[in-house]
Each structure stands twice: as structure tokens, then as C-alpha cells.
């Protein structure tokens, strides 16, 4: 039993969920993924500068082969048009309550 | 049980007559009218700043503040926006190749009508703008069209309202229902809140005149395009009312939309109709 202790923990960790370096395949889905969620965004004319920037970042670090920091910027790109949906999605109605009257 | 049902009863009652009071203020609220929508918005502002002369609501800044105002006054005497009105003035006479000028596309030649724009055409169903009117008369007259940005079109649009100063606003919105959904188009997209900022052009321009935004006094939104177009220092430069919209949408963080876009538009003719009465105070200098 504590012969086969040091093989349990050396099995344990080489099936541990490692953080794995990203490669082409990663960042091509998640810069797919960011650019679908961008397009939408801009269909409801409300894209975000920080959206096309960040985007861009992320295909130059893909460009670069650099594919971490490609799919990174990838998810935040991502992230920031979903935020910016949310927001034209919610002010179709949310405006009337700053409105004067 | 009988007192169960009549408590029910009246329950039922007094909802129903509580719908029926609220319905009709509903409907009325969602009803287009402009009057009452530009007076609510000059009443906003005139018990917002009691102290402020209602034509001095057009100097923006200047308005708010004793001391810029004084500042800005001071440099009236030698405008920054003085080359451009002479530059203005002399592409406005200037023939086109074909021997015509800006003055055969619009009334009265051209002079004294700044305050007229934008309005609404009912046979295209749609707001022209005074850049796009120029552009428009330009592409007519064989010639190619302006940048709606900055330059030339600053210029043009600078002198047309010099020769409308004090003119009172006088935008008219007829009696078609594709102009009234064009104002209120606008008005939507005036109190839309947009960007990464999450900021509306109400968020600084109603919500927060007078205040400080960095180093600037933000202006107010009555009266805000009779000073258009204007020399600002921030840009070294003239900008049209085009480049302020594009660069309040960029300044929180929200891509700008095309030039002369169909919400741009709009939100001119909402902004515009608001101020009627309001004296034309353009070129203006702002900081």
C-alpha cells in the first residue's frame, strides 16, 4: 500500500487538468467565437471601440503565433460583445427613464 | 362565504377601475408630441438654471460658467473661427464649373436660413441635414462632396449661420407620421446609453451641465447645435455637427456610426426642434 502510494500521485497528476499552452485550433475558435458575438454587436449599432481593439489584438498574437495571448484577448473581445448586446438589448426600453418630460 | 365574495368582488373592482384610469396615461405617454416634448425640455433646463438668460443657453460652457465666460468673451474680439468664416464666405461664392453656385440650391440664396436645418423632406422620408443639403448641392452640380467631418464643410456651414445669428430656431416637423418617427428616433437616440462607458448623450448633456468632465465644463443640451459648427481648441480646429456626434460616440467608447447616418440625422432634428426659439449662435470656440 505505501509502495504504490508515490504511483497513485504520479497517475493522479499526469491526468490533473494542466494548464496546457493554447494552439491554432484554441484561438481560431475562440477568435470565431468573439468575432460572431462583435458581428451581432455591430448589426444592433452598438459596437464597442474596446471590442474592435481588442479583437485586433487578438489576431495579431495569432498572426504572431503567439496563441496564449491570442486566445486571451480572443475571450475578452468575446466577452465585450456580449456586454455591449446586453446593453442595446436592455436600452430598447431602458431609455424612456432618463427621458424629460 | 358571502363576505369572502364581496371582498373578492370589490377587490376586482377597484383593479379594474384602477386599469382604466392608468390606461388612457399610458397610451397618452406613448403618443409622439413634440410641443409638449420641447417644452417639457426647455422647462428642464430654464428651473434647472434660473440664473441663465434663455438665449444664453446657446453659448454652451460659457453659459455655466462666470469666469469662462468672461474668458470667451474676451476672445470674441479676434474668433479663432474667423479664417474659417472668410474661407466660408469665399467658397460660398465661388462658382461651380458649371457656373452655378451654392446659392441656386437653397432659399433666399443661401443667407439667413441656418436656422431652418435640419428639416424634414416629406418626399424622400427622411431629415436633411444643412451638410448634407451642401453635399447634396455640390453632387448636383457636378462636383465632389465635402468631408461631412471637418474643413471645407466647417467653413461653408460657418458662414451660412453667421448670416443667421440671432435668427430664432425654427424647425418644423409637418404633419406626416414618418416625421414624427423621425423625432422620435431621435429622441431615442439621444437618451440611449451606449459605449463601454455606458453613458447617453443625456448623461452629460442633461443629467450633468455646468459639471466637470476632466479639465471641460460640460454644456448644456438646450441650445447645443445653434453654436454648430465650432473652432474647438481640443481639436486645433473647425468640426461640424457631424464631428461632435462622432466624437461623443468615440469618447464613450462606442464606434461611431457613418456619417449622416439615418440616427444622426434624427437626433439633429430632435436636438434642433427642442431649441426652437433659441437664437442661432454659430460659429462658436469652444475649449
Known sequence: MK??????????????????????????????????????????????????????????????????????????????????????????????????? | MKAGSSLLLGSLSAALIAFALTSPRVVAADKVDPAADAKAFQNFFFQKFPDVKHEDFVNGPYSMNEDMKRQWQEKEEFPPYEFALDAGKEMFSTPFKNGKTYADCFPNGGIGIRQNYPYFDTKEGKVVTLELALNRCREANGEAPYSYVKDEMASLTAYMAYTSRGKPMDIKIPDDPRALEAFENGKRYFYTRRGQLNFSCASCH?????????????????????AMPIYRSEWSGMGTTTRRLMTCNSQTRAVPLEPQADEYRDVEYFLSYVANGLPISGPGARP
Open chain 1, 3 to 101: 509502495r504504490s502510494f508515490p504511483l497513485v500521485m504520479l497517475l493522479a497528476l499526469s491526468f490533473a487538468p494542466a494548464a496546457r499552452a493554447a494552439n491554432e485550433a484554441d484561438y481560431k475558435a475562440a477568435y470565431a467565437a468573439a468575432e460572431t458575438a462583435s458581428k451581432e454587436a455591430a448589426g444592433m449599432r452598438n459596437q464597442w471601440t474596446t471590442t474592435v481593439s481588442t479583437l485586433a489584438a487578438a489576431k495579431k498574437a495569432g498572426d504572431g503565433g503567439d496563441f496564449d495571448r491570442a486566445v486571451a484577448a480572443a475571450k475578452e473581445a468575446e466577452a465585450l460583445a456580449k456586454a455591449s448586446i446586453v446593453q442595446a438589448t436592455s436600452e430598447k426600453d431602458a431609455w424612456k427613464a432618463m427621458e424629460i418630460r
Open chain 2, 206 to 226: 442633461v443629467q450633468s451641465p455646468g459639471q466637470r468632465i476632466r479639465a471641460e465644463i460640460l454644456a448644456p443640451a438646450l441650445g447645443i447645435l445653434n
